[in-house]
Every structure is written in C-alpha cells, then in structure tokens.
Nanobody
C-alpha cells in the first residue's frame, strides 16, 4: 500500500509561482513513476507532468511545458511540482499519483494505482 500526501497549494496572483510537494509512504517508491494530475470543476482529470521510475525522464502536458517542472527524490520518497508563470486556467485541484510497478506508460490515469487527497491551487486574474 502507498499513501500519498500533497501540500503547497494555495491562492496566487497570475504570473506567480507555487511549489507543490508530495510525500509517499512504503518501500516501492523507486519502482513507480510519479505523476501530477489536475481537475477543475466540471472537467475530467487531466495529465500535468510525470517522472519515470527508471531513468527520471520527465514528461509534460503541452499546456504546462516550459512553466512547470517535476522532480523526485527517491531517498526522501518525495516528488515536487514547481509551477511558474501561473495562469487563471491553471486553477484546479492538483493530485499526486504513484503508478503501477514498473509502468512504461505515464500520461494516463489508468497507469496509476495510488492517489493523494489533492491540494487546491487557485490563480486569480
């Protein structure tokens, strides 16, 4: 079992920055890809960013590429999402997720077995 806890959400003005953090329990962290997804009211949960379990390659949705950076620390069992140049359309609940063991697909919700409770990010105009 993997338990994930997000932190760092809040209210920020457009153009500002936030750093989200996710702490994971368990001993299998290094064998799982880690992802960030977000969900706005009335919309489907969408992929934001992911980092691979093996070689730490990163992947980003086109909407956030160049603005967001995902990173992980396997020694600490944490994954972060640095969000810069925030826009009102980034407003959503952001979820940290841990993939199935040794997954090779990182951009779909179906690849993830464990989810955090979510943290609200609100960007005002």
């Amino acid at each position: 079992q993997v338990h994930l806890v997000e932190s760092g959400g809040g209210l920020v003005q457009a153009g500002g920055s936030l750093r989200l953090s996710c702490a994971a329990s368990g001993s299998t962290f290094s064998s799982r890809a880690m992802g960030w997804f977000r969900q706005a009211p009335g919309k489907d949960r969408e992929f934001v960013a992911a980092i691979h379990w093996n070689n730490a390659r990163t992947y980003y949705a086109d909407s956030v590429k160049g603005r967001f950076t995902i990173s992980r620390d396997n020694a600490k069992n944490t994954v972060d999402l640095q969000m810069n140049s925030l826009k009102p359309e980034d407003t959503a609940v952001y979820y940290c997720a841990a993939s199935k063991l040794y997954t090779i697909v990182v951009g779909s919700t179906t690849s993830y077995d464990y989810w955090g409770q979510g943290t609200q990010v609100t960007v005002s105009s």
